[in-house]
């Protein structure tokens, strides 16, 4: 990018390099002076040490505006023990709530772990996301991670997204205005080009003021292929998060920069859904499991501090570095719903971050915070709500269909989610027609539900209309949807791989589309836990040998989300995910006659 985007910050400076964005200093307990291979047990003379504020948080997926529903709520622990769902996200509240943070602290850095962008409500997504860029320009975002969803639309996008200018197709939105790229480094430390075998952005970057420098390494998840169309990662590789942090970090190193935090859009799952609860209650990483446990303990002791993502989960664990020092693993949920603020106390002598310090008396409350919705809004955030607003109003009011109720997709912790069935039954209707594709069941990915149909309007519309911008915020991907030739055993074997292999760890529930039935042992493990015997299609038996058609979107046609067993014969290309349930929207209800929540049962849960 420009070098101008780099030195917009009077007496800042961001170095080529990686991208950060960690906490360090609450939870972290005293530890023994040989304890760090670079001195983080050292305890220096009062005035030597610096505290700098770091800001972060992950997976804004391009929500602008409030979002609507359960997806726009934080589970709150009480005083008494009880939870509560508090309100909370939206770019005009982050703001405010970031600003403040910032008050006091004349060494402050905000970072971002990824998914900034992707997976967007129209307000962003229908603009390619340069609205989302803009607002983090004017949020003085100072570094992220590319996510996966960074990729949705390719390196090419990504590489716009960057360094500016028109979308090659749509042009400029507004007359005489150029889209001028992110005024922050997008870091992709693991992602290469396949022909050059570079990084295809920057590696890192250094944060520098008054002599503090802090460097940022940034990466996404070694598995993104299996999460994005094989389009949006055409010719890139995706290495291990480990060895590519452990590589920079020495890089870093031998730069002199001492200080080093990773961003790593890669997560876990908290033991509890309470943004406040304690994730160390019964030992350092006690409450944490996934992915993260096992990269946090594989990355040298020379990174301080590591921000996460991806898991759209809360949490701020300690996990002990290979050294067996601890070390703070954060992540602030998703949707701009919390920002996590962190005091790195750095020791001028040794360039270092002192990993013995607790919680600064300039950071009294480090760790999660709620972005309140109690507060006033950014006034420049509802300027620029409002100019996007204008431009995608036509589209987005336009009433699409009715509902009777909420209809919970990503608000929904059922394996079988209401807004699931619907969405599948949406696909079964639009491609069962033999020209169609001639489908005798659909199924869905339960990652591809970004939000709930929610009954309460949310503009002019009125209560239980469903406009093209909210069906749009739930179906955002605009992919093709795909009827394949799969046979009985395939098609077994693809419900099994939704709680085994690369998915056991973290199951992917499939959505259905009504007909089919089974039961779904929860006290099982691995594949076992669909029974067999009990995989039926309107009531008959699948049969291994048979060759049944199933519409699903392209994604999980070319075997994403860690289904191989789904990629099919004879295939016949669609119309749109978007478009298919659209249409089923606008067939299937009336003012006088809207939808209600599908019935449970098609997976008969065992618990």
Not at 482 to 491: E, M
Request: aromatic fraction near 6%; glycine fraction near 12%.
């Amino acid at each position: 990018m420009p070098a101008r985007r780099h030195m917009n910050r009077a007496a800042t400076r961001l170095w080529a390099g990686a991208a950060g964005l960690a906490t360090i200093g609450a939870l972290v307990a005293a530890m023994p002076a040989h304890a760090h291979d670079r001195g983080h047990g050292h305890h220096p003379k009062p005035g030597r040490t610096v505290d700098v504020q770091l800001l972060s948080f992950n997976d804004l997926h391009g929500n602008l505006e409030p979002p609507a529903g359960s997806a726009g709520t934080v589970t709150e622990r009480q005083a008494d023990g009880t939870t509560k769902s508090v309100p909370a996200g939206g770019m005009e509240y982050l703001a405010g709530s970031l600003r403040a943070a910032r008050a006091g602290h004349p060494y402050s850095i905000t970072a971002a772990g990824g998914d900034m962008i992707g997976a967007s409500p129209l307000l962003s997504g229908l603009f390619h996301d340069e609205p989302t860029i803009e607002a983090l320009n004017k949020l003085k975002l100072d570094v992220t991670a590319v996510g996966n969803h960074e990729f949705d639309e390719g390196a090419t996008e990504l590489t716009r997204m960057q360094n500016g200018g028109c979308h090659p197709t749509d042009g400029c939105y507004e007359k005489g205005r150029k889209f001028p790229g992110a005024d922050f480094p997008y870091l992709a430390a693991n992602v290469t080009s396949e022909k050059t075998g570079r990084p295809i952005l920057k590696p890192y970057t250094v944060w520098e003021k008054n002599g503090v420098k802090i460097g940022f390494i940034g990466v996404t998840l070694e598995g993104t292929p299996n999460v994005v169309t094989a389009a949006g990662v055409k010719g890139l590789k995706f290495a291990d998060e480990i060895e590519t942090i452990n590589k920079y970090a020495k890089e870093l190193d031998r730069q002199g920069v001492k200080s080093i935090v990773a961003l790593i859009h890669e997560g876990g799952m908290p033991s509890s859904n309470a943004y406040n609860d304690s994730c160390d209650s019964q030992g350092p990483g006690s409450g944490i499991s996934g992915p993260i446990v096992d990269i946090a303990k594989g990355i040298t002791p020379k990174v301080d501090a590591l921000i996460t993502g991806h898991t759209h989960q809360a949490y701020v664990c300690t996990i002990p570095d290979p050294a067996g020092n601890p070390r703070l693993v954060t992540s602030a949920a998703s949707f701009g719903k919390l920002y996590t603020d962190t005091t790195l106390t750095y020791d001028r002598r040794t360039k270092d971050i002192v990993r013995t310090a607790v919680k600064s008396p300039l950071s009294p409350k480090s760790g999660n915070h709620i972005v309140s919705r109690d507060q006033p809004k950014a006034a420049d955030m509802t300027q620029l709500i409002a100019r996007w607003g204008k431009l995608a109003a036509p589209v987005a009011s336009r009433p699409q269909g009715y509902i009777s109720a909420d209809i919970n997709g990503r608000g929904s912790d059922a394996p079988e989610k209401p807004l699931g069935d619907l969405i599948a039954d949406a696909q079964l209707a639009g491609l069962s027609a033999p020209d169609k594709g001639g489908a005798q069941l659909a199924l869905m990915n339960p990652g591809g539900i970004r939000s709930d149909l929610v009954y309460k309007a949310s503009g002019g519309e009125g209560d239980g209309v469903v406009t093209y911008g909210e069906a749009f915020t739930v179906q955002p991907f605009t992919n093709m949807m795909n009827v394949v030739g799969l046979t009985g055993a395939q098609l077994l074997a693809a419900l099994k791989q939704q709680v085994s292999g690369v998915n056991e760890a973290d199951p992917k529930i499939l959505q259905v589309s009504s007909g089919l039935t089974y039961t779904l042992d929860l006290t099982k493990s691995g594949a076992a836990r669909v029974v067999d015997g009990t995989v039926r299609l309107n009531g008959a038996a699948i049969d291994p040998a048979a060759t049944y058609r199933v519409a699903m979107n392209e994604f999980l046609a070319g075997g994403g989300d860690g289904f191989p067993a789904l990629v099919g014969t004879d295939k016949v290309v669609g119309a749109s995910d978007l478009d298919v349930f659209d249409v089923y929207l606008a067939a299937n209800s009336t003012p006088s006659t809207p939808l209600a929540p599908p019935a449970p049962g098609r997976i008969t849960v065992l618990r």
